[in-house]
């Protein structure tokens, strides 16, 4: 069973950090995939950063240079780093398996959810 269990979001003022976490079980991501996506209110849910192991990484542009996505693969855990924050980066920040697809990811394509976590920037 796939199941993906995120944590780490907060409040926090314009320029802070936050590091969100995603525990992972039942999925191994060569071909399809792990990522993050966000959804602001009123907004579509839209794909910030993608992994399928250290060298096959893609964010998208609103985040580069601010957001970095990794994992620690004894913990079984995927990350998302999330610096330099602005009020714009307000979502809920969800941890995705599967794409069904290249970068950039469609939301409706995705195949498994965490429940999401909330990111507030003041």
């Known amino acids: 069973h796939v199941q993906l269990v995120e944590s780490g979001g907060g409040s926090v003022q314009a320029g802070g950090s936050l590091r969100l976490s995603c525990v992972v079980s039942?999925?191994?991501?060569?071909?399809?995939?792990m990522a993050w996506f966000r959804q602001a209110p009123g907004k579509q849910r839209e794909a910030v950063a993608s992994?399928?192991?250290?060298?096959?990484?893609n964010y998208a542009d609103s985040v580069s240079g601010r957001f970095t996505i990794s994992e620690d693969k004894a913990k079984h855990t995927l990350y998302l780093q999330v610096n330099s924050l602005k009020p714009e980066d307000t979502a809920v920040y969800y941890c995705?398996?599967?794409?069904?697809?290249?970068?950039?990811?469609?939301?409706?394509?995705?195949?498994?959810w965490g429940q999401g976590t909330q990111v507030t920037v003041s």
């Open positions: 995705a398996a599967d794409l069904g697809g290249s970068w950039p990811g469609r939301a409706e394509k995705v195949k498994y």
């Open positions: 039942g999925y191994t991501y060569s071909g399809n995939c």
């Open positions: 992994y399928a192991g250290p060298r096959y990484i």
